[in-house]
């Protein structure tokens, strides 16, 4: 199977590139397109008072969709873009033509038929959108841009001292470069204000040294006190005690002697066989603090060794309880053998 190419039997006739009898006319006609159905018409050259029609102008610029002018007849189609004006060459006969415009959407194409040639043009109705690559000098005035990637703007013939700015309403960010110097109007000479948390202040050109005058009591933080100090001692101390409780629990180490007025000399919670005293002195008294379940014995030596029934001096009742001996006198010293499990404490002199 081949391409097969269609053509008519039939030439039709033409007008163009002649003079109007009539002088330069044109005939207007406006189109409305409504939801995308053409719009089309019959045009009666007599009428209208015109030989024949050669230029079309078409008025698209206030659509931005294309639109099609169709000449019934010939069978030319002229496309003329969206926003767009021009003058385009036409291919009609004489006496009527028969004209259909077509367009998506709605539209409304004012069209100029025109008996005499115009050369063709076609211009847009809109400033045209121009792209800029590099670098644009504006002289004075503003020019409206959409910024794509990242702008380097150099600015010329700006003020090597520094300049100051007004903002006249809203706020403007700004990145610090070098010190800035910042007036403050109408600021109050004092201003009160409430202590949040801890002020730490600094203190310009304050002296090595200074002396102040104590009143009333100074409180002083020390840091990095060590946890021992060594001092030495200048004149008498008075060390006072805060807090010392009225009563204390100690425990006994090794073997207590107890000094009392009148009673003289005790050895305390003696639970063993003991030398009480190794020189002569008197048996004041002795208490029983825990019971044995035999009595113990004070004798009349001076050593563990050589007691015996002779030198018995006194016995221990087994029981808990005090005895008082009225200073009885031992000569060689005292000896205590306390009985079977037996616990008790004597006072001698």
């Known amino acids: 199977m081949v391409n097969s190419v269609a053509t008519s039997n039939l030439a039709l006739p033409i007008k163009n590139g002649l003079k109007p009898p009539e002088g330069p006319k044109a005939l207007g006609v406006t189109f409305n397109v409504i939801n995308g159905l053409s719009s089309s018409c019959n045009i009666d050259l007599v009428t209208a008072g015109i030989s024949f029609v050669q230029t079309v102008f ?206 003289g000399n005790s050895l305390l919670g003696q639970s063993a066989s003991v030398v009480v005293k190794s020189s002569a002195g008197n048996l004041r008294g002795f208490s029983v603090l825990t019971a044995g379940t035999t009595a113990g014995s004070l004798y009349d030596s001076a050593t563990v060794g050589a007691i015996s029934a002779s030198v018995l001096l006194a016995v221990v009742p087994a029981s808990v309880q005090y005895v008082d001996t009225n200073g009885i006198t031992f000569k060689n010293g005292l000896v205590y053998v306390p009985g079977t499990s037996q616990v008790a404490s004597l006072f001698f002199s």
Do not use: H, M, R
């Open 58 to 263: 078409i008025d698209n610029s206030e659509n931005s969709q294309s639109v099609d002018l169709s000449i019934i007849g010939t069978g030319q189609i002229i496309t003329a873009q969206g926003n767009t004006q021009g003058f385009y060459p036409l291919l009609s006969a004489s006496g009527q033509i028969n004209v259909s415009i077509a367009s998506s959407g709605n539209a409304k194409i004012i069209c100029q038929f025109l008996n005499v040639e115009i050369q063709p043009f076609v211009y847009n109705s809109e400033p045209p959108e121009v792209v800029v690559s590099g670098s644009v000098t504006v002289s004075s005035g503003s020019i409206a841009a959409t910024q794509a990637g990242t702008w380097n703007v150099n600015v010329t013939d700006f003020p090597a001292q520094p300049q100051s700015v007004t903002v006249a309403s809203g706020n403007i960010a700004a990145s610090q470069y070098g010190a800035w110097s910042v007036a403050v109007n109408n600021f109050p000479a004092t201003q009160a204000v409430t202590q949040s948390g801890i002020w730490s202040i600094g203190v310009n050109n304050f002296p090595a040294t200074q002396a102040v005058t104590q009143s009333g009591a100074w409180s002083v933080a020390v840091n990095n006190f060590p946890a021992t100090q060594a001092v030495t001692q200048s004149g008498t101390w008075s060390i006072g005690i805060n807090n010392f409780p009225s009563t204390q629990a100690v425990t006994q180490s090794g073997t207590w002697t107890v000094s009392s007025p009148g009673i």
